[in-house]
């Protein structure tokens, strides 16, 4: 995630030197990757975790640095003009896939004059690595890097129809995206569609025939919330990723759609002129409240090993959010409605009972649903350096599981044997697939999107994966090449597909060779097993130089050498 200082500056005051700033955010989760100078701005590069979509935006970090200084928190009020003219007799909203779309909203701003942003707006989204379009779609982006939440302007003249619906794409039905290319839709997907043709890939793309021109006099705003999953699975398989894509698969803060509408009305306002239609189209849910997580205040000792004063760990949760649940919730600044609590933030001037406070957290921190959570906050924003290094910490005894056990010991064995440990994706291409199929017979499964090029069936046995790390290795002259793996397959079955954790082996060395390797990994777990030999009839192996393995009776597994055929 790229941020300007400059543009942070504007929501916090930067009072610290740039390494300061960058330390102490590291120190609170957001490592600090890289800065560099963009103009008379810096571009600091911060890595933001998939727990952390609340960061993916300037008033994320900014949010961090007032808490972290203790300092006043700045957040636009986005209370745009309205004219006379009601959006709902301009623009209706139909969501068919509620499980895709939980919320759509849609604003109409009319009479734009589409044309270069001023200067102080390309100069922000340069440095945070996005070109200037024009001063309709800049404005969008701009408030996507500025709260998080992706918004997607329509040109409102080019819709067949004051009907926007949110649906599952019909079969066979393609879309030219903005990036002008045409794209095979699947049902399983969502679309923004008018009342003839999708005009948008939900959560990923707008699409190339409403695409905001130098022509364009009206303008339709979108903001929504769509179903991470969904999104993932459609990048992933029409490979078409953006800005958007990558925050909607990291969820966005339901609370925040209609302040980015409004905001990104102001600004196109601004920027462009015209007028905003009074009011906003909004179909679906509502943010719900949150149920409120008690935190023990005795935890934070047990755990962390120091004291904490109360009175800190309800400022540090206070300033996560600013709306106390023992009082009347206030709105976000530039709200016309107060927020539910739930949509609100965390607090800690809650409800105190002896050595607990009962907190609610924020909207945009899903990632907070335990008292283990909250005590890392109070952790990270105390500051982890106040920990001493010699703290006592009570700890008490854990135990290996007997799979992990039963798994270190066969590792010990075949590296002690010369066998180097492999790692490699569970899905492999078709052919991979269906080379060995000694465990099932059944179709392997599809997965929805490659892993990698080709890659899309989920393996039903671990050969085919080391044979093709064998030859890498021998194609980098690699030697000797003898490989191990411990890893999950997966047998197609009427539901759920059926997981069993296998060993394989790759070996350059003579048949007898491995099979004396097996032997003493069954004698080290348990020698009153008995392991038997039988005839095989395998394919990709000789026929005169592979085996059965019975362990009591027991298909245990096959070893054997490839056929002069299959080499």
Avoid at 131 to 138: K, L
Wanted: charged share 25%; glycine share 6%.
């Amino acid at each position: 995630m790229l941020i300007s200082w400059n543009w942070l500056q504007q929501y916090v005051p930067l009072s610290m030197s740039q390494r300061e700033l960058e330390e102490r955010l590291m120190m609170a989760g957001l490592n600090h990757e890289q800065t560099h100078v963009v103009g008379d701005d810096l571009a600091i590069d911060l890595e933001v975790t998939s727990n952390r979509p609340d960061c993916l935006g300037h008033i994320g970090i900014a949010r961090e640095v007032s808490v972290l200084w203790n300092c006043d928190l700045k957040i636009p009020a986005a209370r745009p003009a309205e004219g006379k003219m009601p959006v709902e007799k301009l623009v209706r909203v139909r969501i068919d896939c509620p499980d895709l779309c939980s919320r759509y909203t849609a604003r109409i701003v009319r009479g734009v004059r589409v044309g270069p942003s001023p200067d102080w707006l390309v100069n922000r989204l340069t440095t945070v690595g996005i070109a200037s379009i024009n001063n309709v779609v800049d404005a969008s982006n701009y408030v996507m890097m500025e709260c998080g939440q992706p918004l997607h302007t329509f040109d409102y003249g080019k819709l067949s129809g004051p009907e926007i619906i949110v649906r599952r794409p019909i079969a066979e039905e393609t879309m030219e995206a903005i990036d002008h290319k045409t794209y095979r839709l699947e049902p399983r997907m969502c679309v923004i569609a008018d009342a003839r043709v999708p005009v948008a890939i939900a959560g990923v793309m707008g699409g190339a025939g409403t695409e905001v021109a130098s022509t364009t006099r009206d303008i339709l705003i979108e903001s929504a919330d769509f179903d991470p999953i969904s999104v993932r699975t459609t990048a992933r398989y029409l490979s078409l990723h953006s800005n958007s894509s990558y925050r909607f698969e990291r969820r966005v803060d339901p609370a925040g759609i209609d302040w980015a509408s409004r905001r990104c009305a102001e600004l196109i306002l601004e920027t462009a002129g015209g007028e905003l239609a009074a009011g906003a189209v909004e179909v679906g849910a509502m943010p719900q409240r949150r149920a409120p997580i008690v935190l023990r205040l005795s935890q934070l000792k047990r755990i962390l090993g120091i004291e904490v004063e109360v009175e800190t760990v309800r400022r540090i949760l206070a300033a996560l959010g600013n709306v106390e649940t023992n009082a009347e919730p206030e709105a976000i600044p530039g709200s016309p409605h107060p927020l539910p609590l739930s949509a609100g933030t965390m607090q800690a001037q809650s409800r105190e009972r002896g050595d607990t406070l009962s907190v609610v957290p924020p909207s945009w921190r899903r990632d907070l649903t335990r008292e283990i959570d909250l005590v890392e906050e109070v952790a990270r924003i105390h500051g982890y350096d106040k920990i001493p290094e010699d703290v006592s910490v009570p700890m008490a005894a854990s135990s290996r599981r007997r799979e992990d056990r039963v798994a270190s010991k066969v590792r010990n064995i075949l590296t002690a044997a010369g066998f180097d440990e492999a790692l490699t994706l569970s899905a492999v291409d078709e052919a991979s697939a269906r080379a060995v199929q000694v465990w099932t017979q059944g179709e392997p499964l599809r997965a929805l999107a490659a892993v990698i090029r080709g890659a899309d069936r989920l393996r039903t046995s671990l050969i085919p994966s080391l044979l093709a790390a064998r030859k890498t290795n021998e194609s980098l002259s690699n030697s000797p090449i003898e490989l191990f793996e411990t890893a999950k397959i997966y047998l197609p079955a009427e539901k759920l597909p059926e997981e069993l954790w296998m060993l394989g082996l790759n070996s350059g060395r003579p048949f007898r060779n491995v099979l004396g390797v097996v032997e003493a990994i069954v004698a080290a777990l348990n020698p009153k097993l008995g392991l038997r030999v039988e005839d095989a009839d395998v394919a990709l192996l000789d026929p005169s130089a592979s085996c059965r393995l019975l362990l009591d009776g027991k298909l245990f597994g096959y070893i054997g050498q490839l056929s002069a055929a299959s080499q």
